[in-house]
């Protein structure tokens, strides 16, 4: 389980803080796919990295809580970690999963070097023969040859090399693994290959994934819950199912409303204008400036995020 | 099979460069102002060695079997280039007559070779254990002095440190040899230590200013590896600085090394040419300076050809190495 | 104007350290010189072996040259050379990186061919070959002609590499096809890719042709007739300026080329970073 309690992460000193995050409270639970979407520049990248505990190149918590507690899959126990502290866990309870860039795996390692590096002791044991044959057997459940090993980064596909890194991450062993646009840039096909190998590797081990991407459609495949993130804050959370059936927030409206559909002819609407500036943002509902239903009260303040229906908070105060 | 036609291309080019070379150095004596052997005849006369008529003819007819200069342009330049690569002979040394030229350019070059190799070494290994160190953490007080110190060292020419080196160590602190005097019997602990003792500041001048530059260019490197995915990559992954300094950062910073070492032997070897000179040290520098103040031109052509060999082979050298370190280039 | 102020500000340390000093070796070496009593190279015009003074500020040498005006003119020999070598090297080997680069093909092959093969032939034995010919000595003139030889090559390389990845870029197809002319594409859109780059290597190649003479001058093979850095330092040792302890004699010049060759590389880097920082603030 890992909970954001009114966290407020972001970029610069206190008097002139960017807020990429801004007062966010959401909870993930254990053996659960939560994806997160929104535009580019809505934040959801650092809400990635908050979650993952990455608070480096500038990146800082300035309030609210980040609470991470998770039960080791070998032993059983308990681990608690919160903040920058979750570092701590990484490739143990947490591992990541990175958007496959040509750049993103060490050019000169082969992948089986790439897989064992990092890996925590739980998953070390026996021999190193032992330890490879373990991996070769873990990539061929998940339909890899064996021969991607002993490849360098260069030699492998665009899709392979996201293949890859799904895999170096999952053989971790974790708790949570968090994914960061793990299908940009790929083929449709591709895409969903590597949607259902991470929905594969989630049964199995039982854990949390979190995926983020701009993509509905990649929530749609794959995701249990969905979190709608616009501008630093968290609009509307609930199962995905019920969201993409009936959107409630007016912005989550608007993005479903401006996908495609199947033997529809013509351009569907998209939203009019851009989301505010992180910088300085409106004072009171941020997407109040695009939201066709906006009064004055919106203008004026913020709607908190509440639970409207049994599980799925929406934050408008019209809802 | 693709790396066979690699070394099978670049064996080419090294051939290819090696006949360049040498067309460049067939053609330096025809363009003087001078015929090349009247002015060397002079010269030789000049050094008030008596010789008789028949005497000069005999040594006419050798200079211009040097210079390749019977029968036509074509065929002057095809035996000039037959004769330097597959036969290696350079005729006699007119001032150590009739030492063959080759001998004593055999004699000279592990001097060259060693002095250089093991300056170059030193100086590669600690400019890129520096620079690295100080790429990683720019911002330390040890990292910024020794980037001041290599920016200070790497433009100063290598003579004028061989200057002033032997300004301090051998004149006003007298610890070194001023000029290179070698003793002791073949192969005994003398002889060796004799040959480190001599060797330390005719080295030390090579490596202090190679070493600048290798800072420089390192610490450049490292500073934009430092922004790649891969290292932010292996970082989540929660490995230690050490590991992604030595696995991450080392290899990736050291590799454009290589092909800039390539790039740099013509003008290293200009170096140690000087610096030998300067030092008295016995390789190819020397020897060449030597031809050139007794007017020894069989001499001159032969270290000059060879320089512009051994160069074009060290260059190619490397670069066949380069592949076989780089699984970019092996595994295509 | 305000284009050059802006070029300073926020510039590198180093580049104003690197400036400073270049200004003060342009007074020496172009300003100075023209006032200098008379040719500072002939011998016996001031008393022989002086210690500094107020008449001769850095003493006389033990051929009764004043080494004050001596250094002067060394020092603008020895920049004129280097300047004029790297001007023309930088124009042969730009004219030719382009022309490889976009040319392609047969040309292209056979220009790149010449330049990697240029770099792995050791230019200094080569000059002490021309050298030799030429009596023992060299002028000037024909050093700076061989260094332009030897030094096109590293600027043609990196033109080349820049057209080459030019050429696929989209905008100078859209150029191209709007009907802009070749020239007018080569100054609008490729020369400020290497205007930057260039800069550096032209500061480079200064240096290389400066020390190049100045080491044939070192072992006696530059031109006696003329003073340059180097020479000056050869009469010093040729005259046992060591071991009659006239340190400054053979000082004075090795000083005037460290600072010279530190101040042009700290504009040479300086430069660089700067162009790197434009290019990341873009």
């Not at chain 2, 590896?225 to 990736?252: H, W």
């Not at chain 2, 590799?255 to 030092?279: C, V």
């Amino acid at each position: 389980m890992i909970a954001l309690e009114n966290a407020v992460v972001g970029y610069g000193p206190d008097k002139a803080f960017i807020a990429a995050v801004d007062d966010v409270t959401i909870t993930i639970g254990d053996n659960e796919i939560v994806g997160i979407a929104g535009e580019s520049g809505c934040g959801k990248s650092t809400l990635l990295r908050a979650l993952y505990g990455d608070f480096t190149h500038g990146l800082r918590q300035r309030g609210g809580e980040i609470n991470a507690r998770f039960t080791d899959a070998g032993t059983g126990t308990t681990v608690e970690k919160r903040g920058a502290n979750l570092s701590e866990l990484w490739w143990d309870q947490i591992s990541y999963v990175p958007q496959g860039s040509m750049s993103v795996l060490n050019p000169l390692m082969k992948v089986d070097k790439q897989i064992i590096d990092g890996l925590p002791k739980r998953e070390k044991h026996g021999s190193r023969a032992d330890l490879r044959k373990r991996i070769a057997n873990f990539l061929k459940g998940l339909g890899l040859e064996e021969s991607v090993l002993e490849a360098y980064p260069h030699q492998l596909s665009g899709g392979m090399r996201q293949r890859v890194l799904v895999a170096i991450a999952a053989f971790v062993n974790p708790r949570l693994i968090l994914a960061d646009e793990p299908t940009t840039a790929l083929d449709v096909v591709v895409q969903k290959r590597i949607l259902l190998m991470m929905v594969e590797i989630q049964r199995r081990l039982k854990n949390t994934l979190v995926l983020v991407s701009h993509d509905l459609g990649v929530h749609y495949q794959i995701t249990d819950r969905l979190a709608i993130a616009y501008a630093g804050k968290i609009v509307e959370i609930g199962p995905t199912q019920k969201i993409f059936a009936a959107p409630s927030h007016p912005y989550t409206q608007a993005l479903i409303a401006a996908l495609p559909r199947v033997g529809e002819k013509g351009q569907r609407s998209g939203l009019e204008g851009r989301p505010p500036s992180l910088v300085k943002p409106p004072q009171g509902c941020r997407f109040a400036a695009r939201c066709p239903e906006a009064q004055d009260i919106c203008r004026a303040q913020s709607p908190e995020l509440k639970m409207r229906s049994a599980d799925r908070p929406v934050a408008c105060h019209f809802r | 099979m693709r790396l066979l036609r690699y070394i099978a291309g670049r064996l080419v080019v090294y051939l290819l460069v090696i006949v360049f070379g040498l067309t460049i150095l067939f053609f330096v004596p025809r363009l003087g102002p001078t015929d090349p052997v009247e002015a060397m005849l002079a010269k030789v006369a000049a050094q008030g060695a008596y010789m008789d008529a028949s005497q000069v003819d005999r040594l006419r007819e050798s200079l211009a079997d040097t210079f390749g200069l019977n029968g036509t342009l074509l065929e002057q330049y095809w035996a000039f280039i037959k004769r330097i690569l597959l036969t290696g002979d350079f005729g006699p040394s007119l001032s150590m007559y009739p030492t063959p030229v080759m001998e004593l350019i055999l004699n000279a070059l592990p001097w060259t070779f060693g002095l250089l190799l093991t300056s170059t070494l030193i100086a590669w290994v600690l400019g890129n254990f520096v620079g690295l160190l100080a790429g990683w953490r720019p911002e330390s007080n040890a990292a910024k002095a020794m980037e001041g110190v290599a920016i200070f060292l790497y433009p100063i020419p290598y003579y004028i440190l061989a200057l002033v080196l032997s300004i301090l160590f051998s004149y006003v602190w007298q610890i070194f040899p001023l000029t290179t005097t070698i003793r002791g019997a073949p192969w005994s602990w003398d002889l060796i230590s004799s040959i480190v003792w001599n060797s330390i500041l005719p080295a030390a001048s090579i490596v202090i200013v190679v070493f600048g530059w290798w800072v420089i260019s390192v610490k450049a490197q490292t500073s934009q590896l430092k922004d790649e995915e891969f290292i932010r990559y292996a970082r989540l992954k929660g490995l230690s600085q050490t590991r992604i300094l030595t696995r991450y950062v080392l290899p990736n910073a050291i590799l454009p090394q290589i092909t800039f070492l390539a790039l740099q032997i013509g003008l290293m070897f200009n170096g140690s040419l000087i610096t030998e000179i300067l030092f008295d040290y016995p390789g190819l520098g020397l020897l060449i300076y030597t031809a050139v103040l007794q007017g020894d031109f069989n001499l001159l052509m032969g270290t000059i050809s060879l320089s512009v060999i051994a160069v074009a082979t060290a260059t190619m050298v490397i670069d066949l190495i380069y592949p076989l370190i780089d699984p970019r280039i092996r595994h295509r | 104007m305000q284009r050059i102020t802006s070029m300073f500000h926020n510039a590198p340390f180093r580049l104003y350290l690197g400036i400073l000093l270049l200004v003060l070796c342009v007074i020496l070496g172009f300003i100075l010189p023209w006032f200098a009593p008379d040719n500072p190279l002939t011998w016996y015009t001031a008393p022989r072996n002086q210690e500094s003074s107020l008449v001769y500020p850095l003493g006389t040498t033990s051929l009764g040259q004043d080494i004050f005006w001596l250094l002067t003119w060394a020092l603008r020999n020895s920049l004129i050379l280097g300047l004029a070598v790297a001007f023309f090297s930088t124009l042969i080997g730009v004219f030719l990186g382009l022309a490889a680069g976009y040319a392609g093909g047969i040309l292209d092959r056979f220009l790149s061919f010449c330049m990697d093969a240029l770099l792995c032939v050791p230019s200094l034995p080569i000059l002490i070959l021309l050298a030799a010919l030429f009596g023992g000595q060299l002028s000037l003139p024909v050093i700076g002609v061989a260094l332009v030889i030897f030094n096109w090559p590293y600027p043609a390389r990196q033109v080349r590499a820049v057209a080459l990845s030019m050429r696929e870029r989209e905008f100078i197809n859209v150029a191209w096809f709007s009907g802009e002319s070749g020239v007018r594409i080569l100054v609008r859109h490729i020369f400020p890719y290497i205007a930057g780059w260039s800069a550096a290597n032209f500061i480079n190649t200064v240096l290389v042709g400066v020390t190049t003479e100045s080491a044939l001058a070192v072992i006696g093979l530059s031109s006696a007739t003329q003073a340059t850095l180097g020479t000056m330092i050869y009469w010093a040792i040729e005259y046992q300026a060591l071991l009659a302890e006239r340190y400054v004699w053979i000082g004075s010049p090795v000083v005037a080329v460290l600072l010279l060759f530190i101040g042009l590389f700290l504009v040479s880097s300086g430069l660089t970073m700067q162009s790197a920082a434009r290019r990341l603030g873009l």
